[in-house]
């Protein structure tokens, strides 16, 4: 798995005091490629007037996780109920920015670092009353143990003590954040902004399944005059996605599609369905690169080109496929398993018997076992 990229916002207090620099740099000792918010706007036409939501909207969704140190900045007074009081809130702006981010990449992505009696506003609230986004939190430093050492030097040590507090606590921080990338990186959110997950489905509905309910009935092959028929177990399909995706890949991916023979599945639903493939001793390999990768392509350009008085970021686009490119493969992963494959027979064959149906799920579910899903660099 590529190292994931990560974006960071906070407001200024955890830039003086060193947990934003501390959180950073622990997480780019654990692999990650972070980018301060600030970074997004480093190619501001006009850095002393720039419109930052649309370089907001085109930015976050090129990053696969976003980290918000979430301070107690402000204070708000909340009437609830009849009553008034104070709480420490954090600044609108990176409350703005929680929003964005979680639309943008989903709430499985989304990681708040916060000070224990900062207030988190209720639309965070999910299922069984607990935040829906990972919270992380911290305490305040104490400074009264400082102060009775050192009365005179109370202000140094304040920017001292708080600086080594981050330093400390940082790393239990970033084990946490670490954990819980880790056991999501690969999750499929209903949000996230890319057509990856979409062309995908249609990619395994309309091709994979399509190819393989039919194929005991033969397959026509380049150079053959009858059909010719391979056991189940005999038949292997390799999906190879490219390593990284530009502009140039579908050339790239025609030009290697030309090293195999064509075949084609006749009787397949609604139209026959046509392949590559080659022949190792008495197994059917076929090979092929998903040629739908190109409307992710597109969708990232369409995002990325909104219009901000920002310049050219090739950075962006670089992530922003990256991205596009694990999520097919994920989607992928997740849609190649007996509950897809169920779900499309039930919804395709009506008009088979349900003893039909289970037959031809059970046997599709085993063919799966020797579908590949393969990177290439090319």
């Known amino acids: 798995m590529r190292a994931q990229n990560i974006i960071l916002f906070s407001s200024g207090i955890s830039e003086n005091n060193g947990i934003l620099f501390s959180v950073k740099e622990e997480l780019e000792v654990q692999g990650y490629l972070c980018s301060y918010w600030r970074d997004l706007f480093s190619g501001a036409m006009d850095p002393q007037n720039i419109a930052l939501l649309p370089v907001l909207i085109k930015k976050i969704p090129t990053f696969d996780f976003a980290v918000l140190i979430c301070e107690g900045h402000d204070k708000t007074q909340l009437v609830r109920h009849g009553q008034t009081k104070v709480v420490k809130t954090m600044r609108d702006n990176v409350l703005f920015e929680i929003g964005l981010c979680t639309m943008a990449l989903g709430m499985n992505r989304v990681i708040l670092l916060t000070e224990s009696d900062t207030r988190l506003p209720e639309d965070l609230m999910g299922i069984h009353n607990e935040s829906a986004l990972k919270v992380i939190k911290y305490e305040p430093e104490d400074l009264k143990t400082y ?79 009858e059909l010719c028929f391979f056991p189940d177990e005999k038949i292997f399909l390799h999906i190879v996605l490219p390593l990284t995706y530009s502009e ?73 496929n990256a991205k596009e490119l694990d999520l097919f493969e994920n989607a992928l992963s997740a849609l190649t398993t007996e509950s897809f494959i169920e779900a499309t027979v039930r919804h395709f064959y009506t008009d088979d018997t349900k003893e039909e149906e289970d037959r031809l799920i059970r046997r599709l579910t085993a063919m799966m076992e020797r579908v590949s899903i393969e990177r290439e660099d090319y």
């Not at 005179?152 to 670490?178: C, F, G, P, Q, W």
């Not at 005991?216 to 380049?222: A, Q, S, V």
């Open 147 to 225: 102060r009775k050492a050192a009365a005179e030097t109370a202000d140094y040590l304040n920017s001292v003590s708080e600086e080594i507090k981050a330093i400390l606590e940082v790393k239990d921080l970033v084990r946490d954040m670490d954990l819980f990338i880790r056991q999501n990186q690969m999750i499929l959110s209903p949000t996230v902004i890319g057509a990856s997950v979409s062309t995908a489905n249609g990619y395994v509905s309309n091709f994979v399944l399509r190819l393989l309910e039919k194929c005991d009935e033969g397959f026509l092959l380049e150079g053959e005059k």
């Open 248 to 320: 140039l890949t579908p050339a790239s991916t025609r030009a290697r599609m030309k090293q195999y023979k064509k075949g084609r599945v006749s009787g397949a639903r609604f139209r026959e369905v046509e392949f590559y493939y080659h022949i190792l001793g008495d197994e059917l390999h076929i090979v092929d690169y998903p040629t739908t990768m190109v409307t992710s392509y597109q969708t990232a350009r369409l995002i990325l080109n909104i219009q901000a008085d920002d310049r050219a970021d090739p950075l962006a686009e670089k992530r922003f």
